[in-house]
């Protein structure tokens, strides 16, 4: 084990950690994975935070805000860390959490005309955006011309309505969409952090399962 002096466990600790939580040949399949995260906000915070943990090898994160006190009582950001880029704190928390994780981050707008270079080494694409313009065209793209990649979606994470109508679905062999398909900020007037989180924790989880080749019915 570590000493007092130098409390960050060394890479061969802390991958010896996570292989004996999750087994040594799901912990190699985790390890070896690139998932790239689009959004960075209530969702993509919270599944990035959740993948992390678990020890995958390689996050892109894709995000041109700047932290907003707004942000923080949903978003995985520091009060300390309003005005920077999410791209730049997120990676900052991250590295906190996962000291050997590979990041890779791009701090600008994912359009039609750049998403399919920002993604081109993604095995797991997970879409985290607010808006459904945004939402449509990553969704539509990887349909379209990005087939051999998994794609994790969300809708329906809005207001204070029961966990439970949270859900996972597989609408095609490699789309994925989780949440309640109803709930919409618009009409609930509020996003609570918890129901955020819940759908977040089911879309890193779904990320976890393709891996492990647990796929959903």
């Not at 607010?130 to 994470?157: F, Q």
């Not at 309640?180 to 989180?197: I, P």
Request: proline share 1%; with cysteine.
């Amino acid at each position: 084990m570590w000493g007092v002096v130098d409390l960050i466990p060394t890479k061969e600790e802390w991958n010896r950690a996570l292989s004996e939580r999750h087994g040594e040949e799901i912990q190699k399949k985790f390890s070896s994975a690139t998932v790239a995260i689009c959004g960075l906000g209530g969702l993509g915070s919270h599944i990035a935070l959740a993948l992390a943990r678990a020890g995958i090898g390689k996050l892109i994160l894709i995000d041109f805000d700047r932290v907003d006190i707004t942000n923080l009582h949903r978003q995985q950001y520091k009060a300390d860390q309003i005005g920077r880029f999410k791209t730049e704190a997120l990676s900052e928390n991250l590295k906190e959490i996962a000291p050997y994780i590979d990041l890779e981050t791009h701090t600008v707008r994912i359009r039609e005309e750049n998403a399919a270079e920002l993604l081109k080494t993604a095995d797991i694409i997970c879409e985290a955006f607010d808006g459904a313009e945004s939402k449509a065209m990553l969704v539509n793209l990887v349909h379209e011309a990005m087939t051999d990649k998994y794609l994790i979606a969300a809708s329906g994470m809005a207001g204070i309505g029961s966990a439970n109508t949270i859900q996972t679905r597989r609408i095609i062999k490699r789309f994925y969409l989780c949440g309640d398909g109803t709930s919409d900020v618009s009409e609930t007037g509020s996003l609570v952090s918890s129901r955020v989180m819940l759908c977040a924790a089911h879309q890193a989880h779904t990320v976890l399962r393709i891996l492990a080749e647990q796929f959903e019915p």
